[in-house]
């Protein structure tokens, strides 16, 4: 079955400052990449996803880009604040029915004043 | 924020005793999920419903069974709880089966003694 891993497992950054969040699945039928932030004490919350049909996808100061050959995928934040501390999960899934994804460990981003 | 809602929030409780996790959602969507969430593992699915009545195993079900006899409610039941069911407990819903965004509920912490 699928696997993902996602790395770092934490990530400190200085705010301004760019942080990159790394993935790799293992099955080459995925075709849909979710990133989902949780803060805490909630829910996770999607915030960007990319189709395996695109290369990147930006959405004001995040951006994904998926690398189909090589099976991984990262999260770009931008110009970091400190509301961007939190737990980051990357998924794939081969369709788009939440019973078909697989979600990485998460990383755990604090973004310093 | 997608009307979810999961009850109780919080519950200790003692190996061998049955639990049930309640989540009742108000978007009339078709598709609900429980995930457990343990650190290093990410979010990882217990079971589905695709309708009332209509539901299925994910990767970690075993201990567990659901029930959804209403559109709005899905069930999550420990029949006998044990110290490795210690966890935080998601239930997340979805509109359809080519729709890709899960949304979760806030969790429900469960401690078993």
């Known amino acids: 079955g699928e696997n993902v891993e996602q790395h770092p497992s934490t990530l400190s950054v200085q705010e301004g400052d760019s942080a990159v969040i790394k993935c790799t699945y293992s099955?080459?039928?995925?075709?849909?990449f979710p990133w989902y932030k949780q803060e805490l004490g909630k829910g996770p919350q999607l915030i960007i996803d990319?189709?395996?049909?695109?290369g990147e996808k930006k959405d004001q100061r995040i951006a994904v880009t998926l690398n189909k050959t090589a099976k991984h995928f990262s999260l770009h934040i931008t110009e970091t604040q400190p509301e961007d501390s939190a737990v980051y999960f990357c998924?794939?899934?081969?369709?788009?029915?939440?019973?078909?994804?697989?979600f990485g460990a998460g990383t755990r981003l604090f973004v310093k004043a | 924020d997608a009307g979810i809602t999961q009850s109780p929030r919080h519950k200790v409780t003692e190996t061998g005793t049955p639990v049930t996790l309640r989540c009742h959602q108000t978007?009339?969507?078709?598709?609900m999920y429980w995930y457990r969430q343990d650190p290093g593992h990410g979010l990882r699915l217990i079971h589905y419903?695709?309708?009332?009545?209509?539901?299925d195993k994910g990767e970690v079900s075993d201990g567990y069974s659901v029930s959804r006899s209403k559109t709005e409610d899905f069930l999550l039941t420990l029949e006998s709880a044990t110290s490795s069911q210690t966890s935080v407990y998601f239930c997340?819903?979805?509109?359809?089966?080519?729709?890709?965004?899960?949304?979760f509920g806030e969790g429900s912490r469960l401690t078993v003694l």
């Open positions: 997340a819903i979805s509109q359809g089966h080519d729709t890709g965004e899960l949304f």
């Open positions: 099955d080459s039928a995925s075709n849909y």
């Open positions: 990319i189709r395996s049909n695109v």
């Open positions: 998924a794939a899934s081969r369709g788009t029915g939440g019973f078909k994804t697989i």
């Open positions: 978007e009339n969507h078709r598709y």
């Open positions: 419903s695709y309708g009332v009545k209509d539901t």
